[in-house]
């Protein structure tokens, strides 16, 4: 960051990695220490996360994130779709969630589709 003549004029110190801090659900934590002017470390450090961010895409690191899925009884189970044999086309997928709703559906609501 430095090589940089705007940032060069910004930061006292080369940049100090300090190592591994801790490992997260879905993160790797590296602690790192920037000396800059006052109030640029804000400006500096936004710059690194962007160029950390740039890096991580060239080289094709992805930032995984948590997922969760919630269901609430028996109306919301997960609808399984059997894609074996090729791709199929929105109509038959549509088909298929109109029949799993269907089977869901509580006695006497007729189907509206």
């Given at each position: 960051m430095a090589k940089r003549a705007c940032n060069k004029n910004l930061?006292?110190?080369?940049?100090?990695i300090?190592?591994?801090?801790?490992?997260?659900?879905?993160?790797?934590?590296?602690?790192a220490r920037i000396m800059t002017l006052p109030i640029k470390q804000w400006l500096v450090g936004r710059e690194m996360n962007r160029r950390i961010?740039?890096?991580f895409d060239q080289l094709g690191i992805e930032i995984p994130f948590p997922h969760r899925s919630l269901y609430f009884g028996e109306a919301s189970q997960a609808i399984?779709?059997?894609?074996?044999?090729?791709?199929?086309t929105r109509e038959e997928l549509k088909s298929l969630?109109?029949?799993?709703?269907?089977?869901?559906?509580a006695p006497g609501k007729k189907d509206t589709s």
């Open positions: 930061l006292l110190e080369p940049l100090e300090l190592g591994v801090d801790r490992f997260g659900d879905s993160s790797v934590v590296i602690k961010k740039k890096r399984r779709v059997k894609l074996e044999g090729g791709a199929q969630i109109r029949e799993v709703l269907r089977e869901n559906e």
